[in-house]
């Protein structure tokens, strides 16, 4: 957990626990016992046993006695963000129009962390080896959109982002090395756009350009994506890429229109 930005008298240190706890079970491939909890949080048995139970307690944690594992209530915890009535359902036509037109599966992504995290996707199509929906995550290093919302951070922003974690490994063509992404960030944000090749998974192509508010301010990424079998790393950066920036204007107009009724990104 990083060092809190507040004053400590401020910080509630035992929410912040439970939250990581959350993200841990999330994480995992399986329910967890206690040990193994308290091992990927950092934190004592005791402690992890006081926070499991806790979480079971409201509801967002059920347990077989020994293992625990999430329960349906921590959707609700997200539901704002993806709300039938929200932004992202909004824009859902031009990001499903576009998917067909092409036959490419197409999302929108923000910035969580060193993540990002799926807010709008076409469910039907997909080229990675596990289907991806609403809410799933991907290390930002190794995605299209993770660069081009990387490349669009303030230098202290960024650096802070990448001190929260160490760069992810998907495939050998993943960029592990921090100077070596800061060189290509600094180049997807020259160009306009973020590209990953074969950085997700092996034979996989991405390209992805920021989502603007009225302001300028980049408040998420569009990206297309295909599979060497169909495409090509051109392919992506010519007719394709503005075919996606053209989408990008239509879903900005959306943005628009939510910021006049006051929303906030």
Known sequence: ??????????????????????????????????????????????????????????????????????????????????????????????????ADRLNEPCSISVLDGPDTVFVCRDATRRIFTTRLGVGDRLPANCSASGKTLLACLPASELNRVLALRGLVARTSASITDPARLRIELGLTHERGYGLAID????????????????????????????????????????????????????????VESFGDRGWVP
């Open 1 to 98: 957990m990083p060092e809190p930005s507040i004053a400590k008298p401020d910080f509630s240190q035992t929410l912040a626990r439970g939250l990581e706890m959350l993200e841990t079970l999330s994480g995992a491939t399986g329910p967890l016992s206690v040990s193994q909890a308290a091992e990927r949080v950092g934190i004592s048995r005791a402690a992890s046993r006081r926070l499991l139970l806790t979480l079971r307690e409201l509801g967002y944690v059920r347990s077989d006695g020994v293992r625990f594992w999430l329960t349906a209530r921590v959707l609700q915890l997200g539901a704002g963000l993806v709300r039938s009535e929200g932004l992202w359902s909004s824009v859902a036509p031009f990001v499903i129009d576009l």
């Open 199 to 254: 950085e997700m998974e092996d034979g996989t192509l991405s390209v992805a350009v920021p989502l603007r508010d009225r302001d300028g301010r980049v408040i998420a990424a569009m990206s297309l994506a295909s599979h060497r079998i169909r495409r090509t790393p051109v392919d992506l950066q010519g007719p394709l890429l503005d075919e996606l920036r053209l989408a990008a204007q239509q879903v900005e107009r959306v």
